[in-house]
C-alpha cells in the first residue's frame, strides 16, 4: 500500500494517492466516468480495471482517456505502457473502489473467487475495498445478495448503499447508483480518516496453553472485541496488525493478521512487529498460567484417580509493551469479576498503560463472545469513564475517539515508510500473569 501523505491542499485533497477504479458490467457502468474524472480532479492517481462485461456498456479507450493511465480488461492482457501485475497493482493502491458493483462481482468475492483481472486485484489488496453496488431491485433484495454484502461488511469491506429511485428497467426502487459526487466523497473521506497514516497492532481473542497434545487450558474469550477494533481502526485509514489466538472469526479485510495459539507466541508476535507502531490494543485474553510441562503424547486416564497439574505464569505481554512503549500509546484490557478501583489504579501503574478498558464479565449480555459489551475506562490522571451498554462495534470507535487526541500528540512521520521489524528477543524474566 502507498505510503499516505495525508495533509493535502484544499484544491486537491487526493493528491499523491493512488485509486483504483474497478468497474463491472452494470448499467450504471456510464456513470464510473464522471467518478474517475472528479477523483482526478482531486489529483488522485487513478488506475481503471475493467470487467469483460463492463467493456460491453462503456468502451476502455473513454476510461483511459479520462483517467490518464492505461486500462487493465483481462488478466492476461499486457499493458502497453507499464507491466502492471494484478498484485502490482493492489500493492499500489491507496483504496480500491468498485464501481459499479454487479451483484455477480460482489458474489464472486464472497465467495473467494478471483478468475479475472478485477478480481484477483481485490483479493490481493490490502487497502481498503469500497464496492458501490447497483441492480435492479429484486436482485439487490435478494436473500443471497444480501447475505454476501454482510458477509464481505464483516470481513471489513466498505459499501455505499445504492439509493432508491427510477432504474434503468423503467421501474421506480433500490438499486440506483449514487450520484458520482456522493461517491467522490466517500472516497475522500475514507483516504483521510482519523487514523490514516497510523500503524495499529491490535491483540485479540484467547490463548491457548496445551497440557498434551489433545488438551489445553484457555479462556471464553471469543475475539469480537479485538476484530471489532481491528476492522474499526482500518475503516478510520489506519494500517492495522492483528495479532490473533484461536477464534472462530473471519481475518477482517485489509488488515495484516498475524495467528497465534500460547501466551509466548502472541508475546514473540507482539515484540516483533511493535517498533514503528504508534498504538497497541491490547484486547487479547492471554492464559497468564500455563502448565510446567507439556506431556508430548497423550496421558493415558487409567490407573490415575487424580491428576495435579503444576502451573507457571506465562510472559507478561502487556507490562512487557509498557515498558518498551517509548511513545507508541498503548491501551490495556482487563476483564474481571469484581471491579475494584484501587486494584485497576494499581495495575495501570504497573503495566504503564495510557488507558485501561476494564469490564466486568459476569454482567449479563456484555463481555465474553457476547455482541455487545460495558466497559469502563480508566484514565492514568485519577478519571474515569462508564459507558452504557454498546455493541463493540460501536465500543471500538468509541474508545477509538477517546485515543485519538493521545496519538496526535506524537505526530505521525510524514510519509512514513516500513519500520525494519525488530529482533525478537526472549520473554524477560517471568513475572506474575496480568
Ligand atoms: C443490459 C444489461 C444490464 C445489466 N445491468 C446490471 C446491473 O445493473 N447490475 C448487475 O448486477 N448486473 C447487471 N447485468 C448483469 C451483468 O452484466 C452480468 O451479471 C455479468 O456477468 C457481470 O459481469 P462482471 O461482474 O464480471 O462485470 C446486466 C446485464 C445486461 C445485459
Not at 493502491?93 to 483481472?117: E, M, S, W, Y
Not at 461488511?153 to 445504492?162: S, V
Not at 504508534?278 to 484486547?283: E, G, R, Y
Amino acid at each position: 500500500m502507498a505510503a499516505g501523505t495525508g495533509g493535502a491542499s484544499g484544491s486537491e485533497p487526493l493528491a499523491g494517492r493512488v485509486v483504483v477504479v474497478g468497474i463491472t458490467g452494470g448499467i450504471a457502468a456510464y456513470k464510473a466516468v464522471e467518478v474517475v474524472s472528479r477523483l482526478r480532479r482531486l489529483g488522485a492517481e487513478v488506475h481503471v480495471v475493467m470487467t469483460r462485461a463492463a467493456a460491453r456498456f462503456v468502451t476502455p479507450l473513454t476510461l483511459q482517456t479520462i483517467s490518464g493511465n492505461p486500462v487493465v480488461t483481462g488478466l492476461f492482457s499486457r499493458v502497453t505502457r507499464w507491466n502492471v501485475e494484478h498484485v502490482a497493482l493492489a500493492e499500489r493502491a491507496d483504496l480500491l473502489l468498485v464501481v459499479p458493483a454487479t451483484a455477480n462481482v460482489v458474489g464472486k468475492v464472497a465467495a473467494g473467487i478471483a478468475d479475472d483481472f478485477l478480481t484477483t486485484t481485490i483479493m490481493a489488496c490490502r487497502a481498503p475495498v469500497v464496492f458501490c453496488p447497483s441492480m435492479n431491485f429484486r436482485m439487490y433484495e435478494n436473500p443471497v445478495f444480501q447475505a454476501n454484502m454482510a458477509r464481505l461488511t464483516e470481513l471489513g469491506y466498505h459499501f455505499i448503499p445504492p439509493e432508491t429511485g427510477w432504474l434503468a428497467e423503467g421501474t421506480v426502487g433500490v438499486g440506483r447508483l449514487p450520484d458520482p459526487a456522493r461517491i467522490v466523497a466517500e472516497v475522500v473521506h475514507l483516504l483521510q480518516g482519523d487514523l490514516s497514516g497510523r500503524r495499529v497492532l491490535v491483540t485479540a481473542g484467547p490463548t491457548r496453553e496445551m497440557i498434551d497434545p489433545v488438551r489445553f487450558i484457555s479462556n471464553p474469550s471469543s475475539g469480537k472485541m479485538g476484530y471489532a477494533l481491528a476492522r474499526a481502526a482500518r475503516a478510520r485509514g489506519a494500517e492495522v496488525i492483528l495479532v490473533s489466538g484461536p477464534t472462530a472469526l473471519a481475518a477482517p479485510g485489509g488488515v495484516e493478521l498475524v495467528r497465534v495459539e500460547s501466551a509466548e507466541e502472541m508475546y514473540r508476535a507482539v515484540m516483533e512487529r511493535l517498533p514503528g507502531v504508534d498504538l497497541v490494543l491490547k484486547a487479547a485474553a492471554v492464559g497468564d498460567w500455563r502448565p510446567r510441562r507439556t506431556h508430548p503424547t497423550k496421558v493415558k486416564k487409567e490407573g490415575r484417580t487424580a491428576w495435579v497439574l503444576e502451573l507457571e505464569p506465562t510472559p507478561d505481554i502487556l507490562a512487557e509493551v509498557g515498558r518498551r512503549k517509548g511513545k507508541t500509546v498503548v491501551v490495556g484490557f482487563a476483564a474481571e469479576t469484581e471491579v475494584s478501583e484501587p486494584e485497576v489504579r494499581a495495575k495501570m501503574a504497573r503495566k504503564n498503560v495510557d488507558l485501561l478498558v476494564v469490564n466486568d464479565v459476569t454482567r449479563a449480555e456484555a463481555g465474553f463472545a457476547s455482541d455487545r459489551n460495558q466497559v469502563t475506562l480508566f484514565w492514568p490522571d485519577g478519571t474515569r469513564e462508564d459507558l452504557p451498554l454498546m455493541t463493540k462495534e460501536e465500543l471500538a470507535h468509541r474508545i477509538l475517539d477517546r485515543v485519538k487526541p493521545l496519538l496526535d500528540r506524537v505526530k505521525a512521520p510524514p510519509g512514513r515508510r516500513e519500520a525494519a521489524p525488530g529482533p525478537v528477543q526472549a520473554p524477560p524474566e517471568i513475572r506474575r500473569g496480568e
